[in-house]
T-cell receptor, first 117, second 113 residues
Framework: GAGVSQSPSNKVTEKGKDVELRCDPISGHTALYWYRQSLGQGLEFLIYFQGNSAPDKSGLPSDRFSAERTGGSVSTLTIQRTQQEDSAVYLC???????????????FGEGSRLTVL | AQKVTQAQTEISVVEKEDVTLDCVYETRDTTYYLFWYKQPPSGELVFLIRRNSFDEQNEISGRYSWNFQKSTSSFNFTITASQVVDSAVYFCALNQAGTALIFGKGTTLSVSS
């Protein structure tokens, strides 16, 4: 498809297990973001990839969270030893930065809903 | 540090009323970008507008209008003659070039018929 694709759409896991969430950005988009949205809450920034630059990891809530982006395209968000407070919708977005100085419009995926029992 | 404040958590209006959603931002940079996104009940976020810090002209798009005032660090969003389909969560966001987009906590708008 032409949009941002995320998988799985729903994930139920047990406390203490590791989970991986995948994001396929729009082809050609150089910027990729991960956000977390808890029930009734806003969008909490997690991590930002821009081209070949070092990612901005300042939003990751703990060292249990990590993300990588291979080949400048697909990204995986990994949560180790999941806790109940990790339950949320994890949203991925990508954008085309036409110029280095002009942030582009973000295109969001439908999100991965994570439930930790 | 960047910050976006949407003081209104929830707003309820009746169809055809006008409604303004407030957004106040904080940044130390002189070059920055402001955005509004809509999240309908279906969940997928939809881009509405982007405005850079050097363009204070107000913008109108159909029933939507935006009022950007640097003097008060505000970027307010007005919906004229609201409709039920406008019911959604609306997010204001801010960033500088090369940095992550930071969102406010959102305003939930409910429009009843």
């Amino acid at each position: 498809g032409a949009g941002v694709s995320q998988s799985p759409s729903n994930k139920v896991t047990e406390k203490g297990k590791d989970v991986e969430l995948r994001c396929d950005p729009i082809s050609g988009h150089t910027a990729l973001y991960w956000y977390r949205q808890s029930l009734g809450q806003g969008l909490e920034f997690l991590i930002y990839f821009q081209g070949n630059s070092a990612p901005d990891k300042s939003g990751l809530p703990s060292d249990r969270f990590s993300a990588e982006r291979t080949g400048g395209s697909v990204s995986t968000l990994t949560i180790q030893r999941t806790q109940q407070e990790d339950s949320a919708v994890y949203l991925c977005a990508s954008s085309l930065v036409a110029q280095a100085s002009t942030p582009g419009e973000l295109f969001f995926g439908e999100g991965s809903r994570l439930t930790v029992l | 540090a960047q910050k976006v404040t949407q003081a209104q958590t929830e707003i309820s209006v009746v169809e055809k009323e006008d409604v303004t959603l407030d957004c106040v931002y904080e940044t130390r940079d002189t070059t920055y970008y402001l955005f509004w996104y809509k999240q309908p009940p279906s969940g997928e976020l939809v881009f509405l507008i982007r405005r850079n810090s050097f363009d204070e002209q107000n913008e109108i798009s159909g029933r939507y209008s935006w009022n950007f005032q640097k003097s008060t660090s505000s970027f307010n969003f007005t919906i004229t003659a609201s409709q039920v389909v406008d019911s959604a969560v609306y997010f204001c966001a801010l960033n500088q070039a090369g940095t992550a987009l930071i969102f406010g906590k959102g305003t939930t708008l409910s429009v009843s018929s």
